[in-house]
């Protein structure tokens, strides 16, 4: 069983974002955030605290200093420890296909799924997930897949102090919380890259803070 299986809903890139939204919101236990400026929904109890656990192991076996795309040569931007999950991994697998059967999307828009670890005082910095048209590397970053759609994320864990995240633009601090997720499009209804999805990984104050990033493409991946 692979996370292609065709049992799979199939909403393509989520550029197209209205049918996605439709399917997520059918999924027991959403929440759309308030806010017409941003769509983003949050579901706790995503994924349960085994599989948790079991991901925060694999991050932990690969884990990097993070890097970032859009560089703005400030070296405290993101400072936390990123881990590639290895795409044939069992648990990896079950996590592909919770999040494929939760947003609709199609797995082959999907960059590999991504590991981030946060030690005391690390964090990400106020950025948006979509690259910058103009920027010296988008090109690079942007000219086989295109620019990202959506972006999900899911908390492995709860720190005992600080690793919220926020939304500024809709005046929203999400809390960390084991197996909670948290999903948004990272364009507008018109397709267009919307600026309101500013958000800030906030420094983790105690404790350690665990997360994992599904970023979609406009076109395939790889
Ligand atoms: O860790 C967080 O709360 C945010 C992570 C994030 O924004 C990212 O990895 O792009
Ligand atoms: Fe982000």
């Known amino acids: 069983m692979t996370a292609n299986d065709t049992d799979m809903p199939k909403l393509g890139s989520g550029l197209d974002a209205a049918p996605v939204v439709d399917h997520i919101m059918t999924q027991p236990g959403v929440q759309k955030a308030a806010g017409a400026k941003l769509t983003l929904f949050l579901k ?6 085994e599989l948790c656990a079991t991901i925060i192991d ?3 076996a690969v884990r990097r200093p993070s890097t970032i795309a859009d560089s703005n040569g400030d070296a405290a931007y993101r400072t936390s420890e990123t881990g590639d999950l290895a795409p044939d991994d069992p648990a990896v697998i079950a996590v592909e296909r919770a999040l494929a059967a939760f947003t609709g999307l199609a797995p082959e828009f999907g960059e590999p799924l991504q590991g981030q670890r946060y030690a005391v005082g ?11 048209p103009g920027n010296a590397d988008y090109d690079r970053y942007c000219s086989v897949a295109g620019n990202r759609t ?5 908390y492995l864990n709860q720190p005992e102090a600080g690793g919220a995240t926020r939304f500024k633009a809709i005046d929203r601090i999400v809390q960390p919380e084991t197996g909670k997720l948290l999903a948004w499009n990272n364009r507008r209804p018109d397709q267009s890259l919307n600026p309101a999805t500013l958000h800030h990984g906030m420094k983790v104050r105690s404790g350690v803070k665990y997360v994992i990033t599904k970023w979609y493409r406009e076109r395939p991946w790889g």
């Not at 706790?44 to 605290?49: E, I, K, T």
């Not at 690390?122 to 910058?132: L, R, S």
């Not at 959506?150 to 899911?154: G, H, Q, S």
Request: glycine share 4%; net charge negative; charged share 30%.
């Open 150 to 154: 959506w972006t999900v994320m899911v």
């Open 44 to 49: 706790r109890g995503f994924l349960a605290p």
């Open 58 to 60: 694999r991050i932990d």
């Open 122 to 132: 690390q964090e990400f910095k106020p950025h948006t997930d979509y690259f910058e």
